[in-house]
């Protein structure tokens, strides 16, 4: 066990900041969170506004560090991981980077104990929705301890399989890109309705929330809801009898259905 750190960040980007925040709500000491990014100006950034010790490169004070977290661009992973493994062999992996398998983290780092995750970037604001796998060589008291870790970002998800990941990239990984696409085409129809784009931003965003918060609480299914504001021969039903005669929601499919065959792609070309 480390005497200075209780876990690493190696990488200290948005996803890390989401992470370190959640940590630090709820009572890990600043102090003991290592951060190891070469930007100096990013290792400045993260002193000045979280507290955590920082370093620019991996060193032997990585040895005994119990959980060590990926948060580097999947490109840099090798290059990173090379210089990291010989500290870390001993410590739980926990990565966040898209597209980098387990067999391939596992491989590179000479240990089987790797958890992955494929979060979303509500997380900066304690609203995410992560997806996790764990090998099997995992723990379930270790598990407990990522939970721990996400739990701050908002909620997670395990699969059984890793390749569900891409499913989960797909969903909920790129779905918050989806809604801000919806959102700009609200707020573009809000323009030529009249309004401003102020006020079409403010109609949007609220409707978005209050949906998805009447979804989440009601025990109706979403198609139930939708038919409930659905009067045949009214406004909402002329709407959706246009998103249907544009085949929107086949169209939304296969968008989504495209995203999980390119994260199969890039498991494929980062673990080469």
Same mark, same amino acid.
Not at 152 to 162: A, C
Not at 187 to 210: H, I, K, N
């Given at each position: 066990? *480390?005497?200075?750190?209780?876990?690493?960040f190696?990488?200290?980007?948005? &996803?890390?900041?989401?992470?370190?925040?959640?940590?630090?709500?709820?009572?890990? !000491?600043?102090?003991?969170?290592?951060v190891?990014?070469?930007?100096? /100006?990013?290792?400045?950034?993260?002193?000045?506004?979280?507290?955590?010790? /920082?370093?620019?490169?991996?060193? =032997?004070?990585?040895?005994?560090?119990?959980?060590?977290?990926?948060?580097?661009?999947?490109?840099? +992973?090798?290059?990173?991981?090379? *210089?990291?493994?010989p @500290?870390? =062999?001993?410590?739980?992996?926990?990565?966040?980077?898209?597209?980098?398998? /387990?067999?391939?983290?596992?491989?590179?780092?000479?240990?089987?104990?790797?958890?992955?995750? &494929?979060?979303?970037? !509500?997380?900066?604001?304690?609203?995410? &929705?992560?997806?996790? +796998?764990?090998?099997?060589?995992?723990?379930?008291?270790?598990?407990?301890?990522?939970?721990?870790?996400?739990?701050?970002?908002?909620q997670?998800?395990?699969? %059984?399989?890793?390749?569900?990941?891409?499913?989960?990239?797909?969903?909920?990984? =790129?779905?918050p890109?989806?809604? +801000?696409? +919806?959102?700009?085409?609200? &707020?573009?129809?809000?323009?030529?309705?009249?309004?401003?784009?102020?006020?079409?931003?403010?109609?949007?965003?609220?409707? @978005?929330?209050?949906?998805?918060?009447?979804? =989440?609480?009601?025990?109706?299914?979403?198609?139930?809801? %939708?038919?409930?504001?659905?009067?045949?021969?009214?406004?909402?039903?002329?709407?959706?009898?246009?998103?249907?005669?544009?085949?929107?929601?086949?169209? @939304?499919?296969?968008?989504?259905?495209?995203?999980?065959?390119?994260?199969?792609?890039?498991?494929?070309? @980062?673990?080469?």
């Amino acid at each position: 066990m *480390n005497t200075l750190y209780d876990i690493a960040f190696i990488g200290g980007g948005n &996803m890390a900041t989401a992470i370190i925040g959640g940590l630090l709500r709820q009572g890990t !000491p600043a102090q003991r969170i290592l951060v190891i990014d070469p930007s100096d /100006t990013q290792r400045e950034h993260l002193t000045l506004t979280l507290g955590v010790m /920082t370093a620019p490169a991996p060193d =032997s004070t990585l040895k005994g560090i119990p959980t060590v977290v990926w948060a580097v661009k999947p490109q840099q +992973f090798k290059l990173a991981a090379a *210089n990291t493994a010989p @500290f870390t =062999s001993a410590a739980l992996h926990y990565s966040v980077m898209a597209g980098l398998r /387990t067999d391939d983290i596992a491989r590179l780092m000479g240990t089987p104990r790797v958890v992955r995750a &494929m979060p979303n970037t !509500p997380a900066l604001v304690g609203q995410g &929705m992560t997806g996790l +796998f764990a090998r099997p060589e995992v723990s379930a008291e270790e598990r407990a301890l990522i939970e721990q870790l996400v739990a701050p970002t908002g909620q997670w998800l395990w699969v %059984r399989q890793e390749a569900d990941l891409d499913a989960v990239t797909a969903l909920s990984g =790129s779905g918050p890109a989806y809604v +801000f696409y +919806f959102v700009e085409a609200m &707020m573009a129809a809000a323009v030529e309705m009249g309004l401003t784009e102020e006020q079409g931003r403010t109609l949007a965003l609220a409707t @978005f929330g209050g949906a998805t918060m009447l979804a =989440s609480q009601s025990s109706e299914s979403p198609a139930v809801l %939708r038919e409930r504001v659905t009067s045949k021969g009214g406004t909402t039903y002329a709407a959706l009898t246009a998103m249907d005669s544009a085949d929107m929601k086949q169209a @939304f499919v296969k968008a989504m259905q495209a995203a999980q065959q390119r994260a199969r792609e890039l498991g494929d070309e @980062f673990g080469r």
